[in-house]
């Protein structure tokens, strides 16, 4: 049999023969190896698996509290106020001491009053020359209308001591109040109370210059007390309706008293975001005295409230959220939750859950929406 071709001559044997055909079997075959292979791995780059996030997660119930809410505050005056002179002056007396009761026009600090007992002095003087004055005007009034009933005199010679005798009056008139404003302000040298109460603070002291309006001492008036308190905005939404407080010292609990709240704060602080309120104390002890640390308890309203892991807690749009599994396709998906309050370990939610839904409580971190996930277990 003779085969010719670019790789056999014109004249082979079998072996020859079967030599040839095995070289281009094999070639065929290392032609065609590659050509799957490249297709194996295209097909495996292009069907990549989505990442399946392992979580934990809780099933979310309800369940009726009704704990105190407790909070931290301070005792403070129920009326205070800072006296404090209506002119300036040199301080030479101030006998205010920080815890001093005091009562209705006691001398707490006086200024020098030289000066204003020098104008004093002066006001007496004209008001003493002003009614010489007057007193001359009326006896020459008198003498020009008798004179005039008797025809010894003019008209106009009356009509000038009538004018004479008036002005003169008016001088006697502004001559006093002249006398009445200099007595005032030698008054105004001696710094009195206004009311019964206890001193809480005190300013400058004698030998000092100061000036109208400076503050030399604070006076708490009266025996009112109050206690203030920082709370969330949260506290106004779950607090019961003219709830009652009960009040104790944090270093002696047996120190207690009750009130209710009197005045909240119209405007949150602009740096912790709280509600400032104070708390009218009804018959306070004595124990409980101004600036002490107390703990205010409030009873709550037994409420239905969700509680779950603080770990289960994130943010977004800047506000509180959680992550909640779509059981039918293990998806998941974010959600903004309103808390209620923070405690050690759980976070209460008022609003954004319900009853049976899934919420993720460990893996937070690496979620995003849309995520595939794997349940390494669920808690009740």
Known sequence: ???????????????????VTRCRTITVILTIVPAFLLAACGRETGETAPVVRPVRTV?????????????????????????????????IENNGRTGDRVQPGQVIARLESQNELNTLRQAQAAVAAAQGQLTQARNH??????????????????????????TAQSQVDA????????????GFTELKADAPGVITAVGPSAGEVVQAGQMIVRL????????????PAQFFRSAPSDPQIAVSLTDDPRVMAHGRIREVGAQADPVTRTFEIKVGLTDPPSTMRLGATVVGRMEMDAVPIIEIPASALTRANQQPAVWIVDPANRTVSIRNVDVLRFEQAQVVVSQGLDTGEIVVTAGVQA????????LLGSEQ
């Open 1 to 19: 049999m003779i085969i010719e071709g670019p790789f056999m001559p014109a004249y082979a044997s079998d072996a020859d023969i079967c030599r």
């Open 59 to 91: 099933t979310v119930a309800k369940s009726v509290a009704g704990a105190p809410l407790s909070f931290t505050g301070r005792i403070e005056a129920e009326d205070e106020v800072a006296l404090a002179f209506r002119i300036s002056g040199r301080l």
């Open 175 to 186: 001559a006093e109040a002249q006398l009445k404003t200099a007595h005032d302000l030698v």
């Open 367 to 374: 979620l995003h929406p849309g995520q595939k996930i794997r």
């Open 220 to 231: 708490a008036r009266k025996d009112g007390r109050d206690a203030v308190f920082d709370v």
């Open 141 to 166: 009034f008198d003498r020009q209308q008798t004179l005039l009933a008797q025809g010894w005199t003019t008209r106009v010679n009356y009509d000038q001591a009538t004018q004479a005798q008036q």
